[in-house]
Nanobody, 116 residues
Framework: QVQLVESGGGLVQAGGSLKVSCAAS????????IGWYRQAPGKQRELIAA???????NYADSVKGRFTITRHNAKNIVYLQMNSLKPEDTAVYYC??????????WGQGTQVTVSS
């Protein structure tokens, strides 16, 4: 199995930037897709960025052009650089991996709060 630990969340003003990290341990060679999800109060958890095993990435329309997912396989770390943050980006941000054997894992989440 794979264990995930997010870090880097915090409070930032609207228009600012923040970078969150997700460190993976365990069976990291089995990781296929790594994704960042977020869940705002009263809303469903949504996928906002993903990095696939073949190197492609995709983003939700709500963050496209502002957020960048970067994957460092050698270090078993994935980053989410968030720029031009908006109050509606406030949420708990979760790291998630899909393994090649069909299993998946979630991190514990990190809170990002954007003040207006």
């Amino acid at each position: 199995q794979v264990q995930l630990v997010e870090s880097g969340g915090g409070l930032v003003q609207a228009g600012g930037s923040l970078k969150v990290s997700c460190a993976a341990s365990g069976s990291t060679k089995m990781i296929d897709t790594i994704g960042w999800y977020r869940q705002a109060p009263g809303k469903q958890r949504e996928l906002i960025a993903a990095s696939h095993g073949l190197g492609t990435t995709n983003y939700a329309d709500s963050v496209k052009g502002r957020f960048t997912i970067t994957r460092h396989n050698a270090k078993n770390i994935v980053y989410l650089q968030m720029n031009s943050l908006k109050p509606e980006d406030t949420a708990v941000y979760y790291c998630h991996v899909d393994l090649v054997d069909g299993r998946d894992s979630w991190g514990q989440g990190t809170q990002v709060t954007v003040s207006s």
